[in-house]
């Protein structure tokens, strides 16, 4: 007969053992070797179940027998035995003379006659997860005593096995998360806090021709290109950027800080898209320019032909749909180009230029329009000059273009606020109006290529190519500046964008 105080430290020496380990079948074997010792028995077996009772994993105190024979009989003792009944009734039960006892099943093939027997069930909340089973050769050998020691060792057990399942779980998607991001086609690093690469994905380690991480950023392939796209994003914590590889490779490199991981990249190889970019740009530019001429031809002509004097009413009709059409033409052609020109990165030589001498130097170019629809324009301009690095042309478009829509967009007698400001290190440059305004739906879209707002067109029946916002984004972006848009429907609009100024201004 055990002691009760000699079962209360047992149970307490195998919460210990069964504490100090996650590994399922680690604790599964533990389980078995703790409780046969503990109560003398000659044979154990520990099975794991399904909430249907079916056996998903085992382990026998008799590693002589094959796995089929073991099955089967798992299965006998599950269906008509006392492991079975365990199951059912979710209670402990005590088999002390299994000749007597008809819950016993004597297996065809055992050879060792089992005198008594217990079954105790690994019950977590509320579902028996699992079945200890002990036998011993003699006729009641197993009493009360042991069958409490059993369900306190099985009580402890089934929480550890439950921690390791949990374990076990976490693992595993864990595992598939590592297989899943290291075999992602794009290329995926972590770097720590000190520029170290702590994690590089396979195709990363391809690009990068990384071995093993814990290396500097600087002393891999790319890396001092990568290190600078990451000095540049990391003001503004997540973002992306583009980066050219030494191998002449454009990545497209998007960073998230995560805590406690570190920053994440991702580099999306662009290289087949900006040559796709490049292809359309040179063929938009060749075609502009080949159409160029040609239609310099018809305007001399037309123009030519209008100050014919025996031209019919019907034939001056006729001309001035050609000059008009012909004009559209070659505003679209020259917006073509220009914007092929931009995105090609000639925006032109780059020098100071003061951005007061500039808008007062391009508001008289609109003289005519503002007084067929009497706009009253004011300015708000700062009395010393504005520098801004950039060429001067570029800087006049995007002073004429903002103008001329606020213009060409305005009801008659509407009002034109023109205003510079100068803040730290930068320009802000804005056009207010009093126009139709736009649906702030309608505005995400402004500086795309080709865009016009239909309601607008509607209200002001104005005419246009939709690429005078997008070469002025192109510009100032390419200038290390943004654009900006503030609208609202019925009260008017106001274009702006804000520059990097000079230094010394
Ligand atoms: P567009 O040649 O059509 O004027 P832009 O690229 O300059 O091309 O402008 C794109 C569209 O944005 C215009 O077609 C117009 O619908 C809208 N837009 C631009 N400026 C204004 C403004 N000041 N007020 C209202 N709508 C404007």
């Not at 380990?21 to 389980?31: A, F, H, P, R």
């Not at 070797?33 to 503990?38: G, N, P």
């Not at 020691?149 to 949990?166: D, T």
């Not at 100071?352 to 300015?379: C, G, W, Y």
Request: charged share 20%; proline share 4%.
């Amino acid at each position: 007969m055990i002691a009760y105080t000699t079962s209360a430290e047992t149970v307490y020496t195998v919460a210990r053992q069964l504490n100090s380990s996650l590994d399922l079948d680690e604790v599964l074997g533990k389980v078995l070797s703790l409780t046969v010792d503990a109560t003398g028995a000659t044979r154990g077996s520990l099975f794991l179940l399904d909430e249907q009772g079916r056996v998903l994993r085992q382990i026998l105190a008799r590693p002589d027998q094959s796995p089929e024979i073991s099955r089967r009989n798992v299965n006998m003792v599950m269906e008509h035995g006392l492991a079975g009944w365990v199951f059912r009734h979710q209670y402990g039960a005590l088999a002390a003379d299994t000749t007597k006892d008809e819950r016993w099943v004597r297996l065809p093939d055992d050879d060792e006659i089992t005198g008594s027997a217990l079954v105790v069930p690994l019950l977590y909340q509320e579902r028996v997860n699992g079945l200890l089973a002990l036998h011993h050769l003699q006729i009641r050998f197993f009493d009360e005593s042991h069958l409490a020691l059993a369900a306190g060792i099985a009580g402890q057990a089934a929480i550890a096995l439950e921690n390791a399942r949990l374990y076990t779980e976490v693992k595993e998607e864990r595992e598939s998360l590592f297989k899943l991001i290291n075999g992602m086609p794009i290329p995926v690093v972590v770097v720590d806090h000190r520029d170290t690469l702590v994690f590089a994905n396979q195709s990363a380690r391809q690009r990068l021709l990384v071995k093993q991480v814990g290396v500097p950023l600087e002393q891999v392939s790319g890396g001092p290109q990568l290190k600078s796209a990451l000095t540049k994003l990391g003001q503004s914590g997540n973002g992306h950027i583009e980066v050219k590889w030494p191998d002449g490779r454009v990545y497209n490199v998007s960073i998230n800080n995560v805590s406690k991981v570190g920053t994440v990249v991702a580099m999306d190889d662009i290289t087949q898209l900006k040559e796709l970019d490049k292809m359309k740009t040179q063929f938009v530019e060749t075609v502009s320019h080949d159409l160029k001429n040609p239609l310099g031809v018809v305007m001399g002509f037309a123009q030519l032909l209008e100050s014919e004097q025996n031209l019919s009413e019907s034939g001056q009709v006729s001309l001035r749909g050609i000059l008009k059409s012909a004009h559209n033409m070659q505003e679209l052609i020259s917006d073509l180009l220009d914007l092929a020109q931009i995105e090609a990165g000639m925006a032109g030589e780059v020098q100071p230029h003061d951005m007061v001498r500039l808008v007062l130097d391009t508001l008289p170019n609109f003289a005519l329009q503002i007084e067929e629809k009497s706009l009253q324009v004011k300015t708000d301009l700062p009395f010393e000059p504005v520098r801004v690095p950039g060429n001067r042309v570029r800087l006049s478009q995007i002073v004429a273009n903002f103008v001329s829509n606020a213009a060409k967009y305005s009801f008659d007698g509407g009002q034109i606020l023109v205003k510079l400001t100068r803040t730290d290190g930068s320009v802000n440059f804005s056009v207010t109006d009093s126009g139709p305004g736009i649906a702030p739906a309608r505005q995400a879209q402004l500086f795309q290529k080709f865009y016009r707002v239909p309601e607008v067109h509607a209200a002001t029946g104005a005419t246009g190519t939709g690429l005078g916002l997008s070469i002025v984004k192109a510009i100032v972006e390419s200038y290390g500046g943004r654009v900006w848009v503030e609208s609202e429907v019925g009260v008017g609009s106001t274009f702006g964008c804000t520059l990097p100024a000079c230094l010394e201004s």
